[in-house]
């Protein structure tokens, strides 16, 4: 198997940023009110941002394919949208470690938490869309609406807390608008540097993903052009 230099590099920075990270996270002064819990900030904060940035990457992929019809833009999206589910569990854990000690219980029915759980539906329901089609023509279109309606998820997510005022805080860093930054100042490099390192996770486990669809799919053509290949040498025998 020919090793892939860039998908190497790109490993090798994610594990040195990784490495920073939790040396910075777990270096953070204490805060005054939530003491040790402010270091979850450092890794719910990336998580959601991943989940966001995947998601937006499933749908911009998709619209990719329907307009070149490349197969490739086909398997980034569903390799982007594996990542979305994955990390956005992984948001929802770091919420729940957070919830329990400062709201006094692991989950309520808040509009961020909600659009949260409703973005697993979406997107577990496109990857069961995608393992019910075997022609995969029509799986990738079918596949790319679900992805680019999906997107729709994002704004509204991050703007519940905005919409509908309930016991989620609002955002720590506000985007719209006046950016704003509503915690101690100490923290933000931290963070930003978090958010960078999670960016380069993205890019190296949607190329590493990549790659191993690409492998996965030209096994599974080369499987059906040999039981062709066998049948058209049963029908001349």
């Not at 329990?100 to 979406?122: E, F």
């Not at 997107?123 to 992805?147: E, T």
């Not at 599974?220 to 049963?234: K, N, P, Y």
Request: glycine share 10%; proline share 3%; net charge positive.
């Amino acid at each position: 198997m020919k090793r892939d230099l860039t998908t190497t590099l790109l490993g090798a920075a994610t594990l040195t940023c990784v490495l920073a990270v939790l040396g910075l996270g777990l270096s953070a002064p204490l805060d005054a009110n939530q003491g040790s819990l402010v270091r979850l900030m450092f890794v719910h904060v990336p998580t959601a941002w991943l989940s966001y940035l995947a998601y937006g990457g499933t749908g911009l992929f998709g619209l990719l394919y329907l307009i070149q019809r490349r197969r490739h833009w086909d398997r980034l999206a569903m390799a982007s949208a594996e990542m979305g589910v994955l990390f956005t569990l992984a948001t929802i854990v770091g919420g729940m470690l957070w919830a329990k000690p400062t709201w006094g219980t692991y989950w309520v029915w808040d509009a961020r938490l909600t659009t949260t759980a409703l973005s697993l539906v979406v997107y577990g329901g496109y990857l069961l869309i995608r393992s019910l089609m075997d022609d995969p023509d029509k799986r990738a279109r079918v596949s790319a609406v679900v992805g680019i309606v999906g997107t729709l998820y994002v704004p509204v997510n991050y703007m519940a807390v905005e919409w509908w005022r309930g016991v989620h805080q609002t955002q720590t860093l506000m985007l719209l608008g006046k950016i704003q930054w509503k915690a101690e100042a100490v923290y933000l490099p931290t963070l930003l540097f978090s958010v960078f390192t999670f960016t380069v996770l993205y890019v190296y486990l949607l190329r590493l993903r990549g790659i191993l669809a690409a492998r996965e799919e030209a096994r599974e053509e080369r499987e059906l052009m040999s039981d062709l290949g066998a049948g058209v040498e049963a029908v001349r025998g």
